[in-house]
């Protein structure tokens, strides 16, 4: 985001993670300490709500509290995480996301809308106004002279557009708020299934527990470790997809190699999730029996 903004690499700085992967508030406020005292002008923290590889939620109600004590503006990547707040059971765990200035929301994410509707909410619309509004003779004819209310080319750099909103606008039409919540509850509560499940069986570890949907973890069947295992696990995941099984990707946390599931389709029954456990089980007992 910060590139397409115009910023260079060098002036955005990434802030350390704790051991639970959310952003360390005190790596951030010692870096804004240290960048003021270097005259720089920091202006902006982009927190995450929903990392798209562990699901964590970044502490932003205490991101909040420093932003609006330090004048800056608090953007979060809600991309994923940020339809948990249309949950009924597990709201609590993005609380906060109201006290941000904007957020980025995807609704071809966990509001099942599809590609590409996403949403950017801003707290004060006259920003928008104020950075993309434009007066011409063209618009304001098209507007009936000036309008009141903001038109919506107004509000983003496109003029002409798709009607993308539209696919949203049938899901909570259909569905509706209330159903939709329950939705994302059935995703939530889905991967803790799947974390129960691994966690039952032999040389399953987990990586980060379930969180927002998603859970990372690994097979380690105690017999090697380092290299070998990341290797063990690629070939578990290469296995899976190329017999066709199931598309269970790799990916690196805290530098090791797991695997990780994202469970946010409602079409998902507990036996759908027993089978290919079953599956990864067998798969991962027979690479390992060939390495
Ligand atoms: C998916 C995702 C994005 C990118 O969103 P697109 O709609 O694919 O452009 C950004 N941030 C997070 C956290 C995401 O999960």
């Known amino acids: 985001m910060a590139r397409v903004l115009g910023f260079a690499d060098r002036q955005v700085h990434r802030v350390r993670c704790s051991e639970v992967f959310e952003l360390d508030v005190g790596d951030l406020q010692a870096q804004l300490v240290a960048d003021r005292r270097q005259g720089l002008l920091p202006f902006m923290i982009v927190a995450t709500c929903g990392y798209t590889e562990t699901g964590t939620v970044d502490p932003i109600a205490e991101l909040a509290d420093i932003a609006r004590r330090e004048s800056l503006w608090l953007h979060v990547d809600g991309a994923y995480g940020a339809s948990v707040a249309l949950s009924h059971a597990h709201a609590h765990l993005v609380a906060g996301l109201g006290a941000a200035d904007s957020v980025a929301w995807?609704?071809?994410?966990?509001?099942?809308?599809?590609?590409?509707?996403?949403?950017?909410?801003?707290?004060?619309?006259?920003?928008?106004?104020?950075?993309?509004?434009?007066?011409?003779?063209?618009m304001d004819q098209q507007a009936g002279g000036l309008s009141e209310k903001p038109e919506p080319w107004d509000l983003s750099v496109e003029l002409t557009r798709p009607a993308r909103a539209m696919s949203l606008w049938f899901m909570l039409r259909v569905l509706g708020e209330e159903r939709i919540g329950r939705m994302i509850d059935y995703g939530i509560d889905t991967a803790d299934s799947v974390q129960a499940r691994l966690q039952a069986r032999e040389g399953w570890e987990i990586l980060t527990h379930a969180k927002l949907g998603i859970v990372t973890f690994r097979y380690n069947p105690g017999t090697c470790s380092g290299e070998g295992l990341d290797r063990i696990n690629t070939k578990i995941s290469d296995t899976l997809f190329k017999d066709n099984l199931a598309g269970i990707f790799s990916i690196r946390v805290s530098g090791v190699v797991g695997l990780r599931v994202c469970c946010i389709t409602t079409r998902l029954s507990e036996e759908d999730i027993d089978q290919p456990i079953q599956q990864i089980d067998k798969t991962a007992k027979q690479v390992c029996k060939d390495f």
Request: net charge neutral; with cysteine; hydrophobic share 40%.
């Open 106 to 138: 995807d609704a071809h994410k966990w509001l099942f809308s599809s590609f590409g509707c996403g949403m950017l909410l801003v707290r004060d619309r006259g920003h928008l106004c104020s950075t993309f509004g434009v007066q011409s003779e063209l």
